[in-house]
């Protein structure tokens, strides 16, 4: 029987609490305690249940880079860090997890952290950041909320990371029809195919973030569900 695949999750904050975003993303009604422990390792379960697929995962909470072996990183799909966002060397923690993600070739990478800092780390710093190693920047409160009359509103905080998740081709996916079940395999191509990272690891410094994240277009935009951007400045 094939594992099931996992989100890992960590932070490098203190304080912060893994369990209190699982919860968010799970729902706490749903949440139950960890399904296993083994090597600090907590595993919480989750079923994704929406209009095109269901699919079991385990959102796996780990302490450190140090609690990483090699039957956890055959299951990951998708990864999930809070940062400190109050300090300037805020970033320089999460850096640890880089050589790691090189080898995962991970599809879902968000960034997360409770509000972009102007005494701390900025928007505009964390967003280059992102764009430079193939994030997702989320923050779970952010001091500026999309504009409700948009046309298309931004989708923010954990609600952003729940869409995310869902438009992850996961290995276990169990499609609803035949036309899910082509959306997804197109979606999947497009997942693999070669990327010109020049055109994402090049000097942004004076490049508008906007505008260099219109150019990479929101995988789940192909699933016809969360038509939205993702990150706007």
Known sequence: MAPV???????CAAGFSEESLVADIIGTDQMSSPTE??????????????????ADVNICVVPSTGHITAQLAETIQAFIIYFDSTVKSGLEKVSAWLPFLEDWLLD???LVCDRALETGVTRQT????????GFELVE???EELPDEDDDFPESTGVTRIIQALNANVWTNVEMKSEQAFGIFNSLASMNHAPENSDDL????S?????????VRQSKEESLGVFVIPRLTQ
């Not at 695949?5 to 932070?11: F, G, I, R, W």
């Not at 964390?126 to 190693?133: D, R, Y």
């Not at 690891?201 to 942004?204: A, F, K, S």
């Open 201 to 204: 690891q090049g000097d942004v």
């Open 5 to 11: 695949p996992c989100v890992l999750l960590t932070s």
């Open 206 to 214: 004076g490049c508008p973030v906007s505008l260099v994240l219109g």
């Open 126 to 133: 964390a967003q280059e950041w992102c764009i430079k190693h």
């Open 140 to 142: 779970l409160n952010p």
């Open 108 to 110: 879902v990478m968000i």
């Open 37 to 54: 422990e083994m090597n600090e390792v907590r595993q919480y379960p989750w079923r994704i249940d929406n209009k095109y697929y269901s």
